[in-house]
């Protein structure tokens, strides 16, 4: 069954303290704070999600999309339905081949979408 993990969080600046610390995953050009993550049945009900929390964000608040196909138990799935809260391995969504969206704000309220690859959307 395919799942889709959201992860949300903030850019950190090149100048920030933890910078390095964070500047480790993804596409490696930016520093990714992690706020949090959440898990969902959809494509569509995952962006929805991603695209909710950036518009609600502080400045370089951003949403990362990834799938994965994952054989789930009854309880897992259900966890997933009632508040996006998967316990179970997820280093599937981590591979770069499993990546499906991204979004992010800047301090212009400028929206970036698929950002790991670069792409600008006014």
Do not use: C
């Amino acid at each position: 069954m395919k799942i889709y993990r959201t992860e949300f969080g903030v850019l950190l600046p090149r100048d920030h303290d933890e910078y390095d610390s964070y500047a480790h995953a993804w596409d490696r050009q930016n520093a990714y704070y992690d706020e949090g993550h959440g898990f969902y049945l959809s494509a569509a009900e995952a962006e929805k999600v991603a695209r909710s929390y950036v518009d609600n964000g502080v400045d370089y608040t951003y949403a990362i999309v990834t799938v994965a196909d994952v054989d789930l138990d009854e309880e897992d799935l259900e966890m997933i339905r009632i508040d996006a809260y998967y316990d179970g391995d997820i280093y599937d969504w981590l591979e770069p081949d499993n990546y499906v969206f991204s979004l992010y704000k800047d301090e212009t309220d400028r929206y970036y979408e698929n950002f790991v690859k670069g792409t600008y959307v006014e």
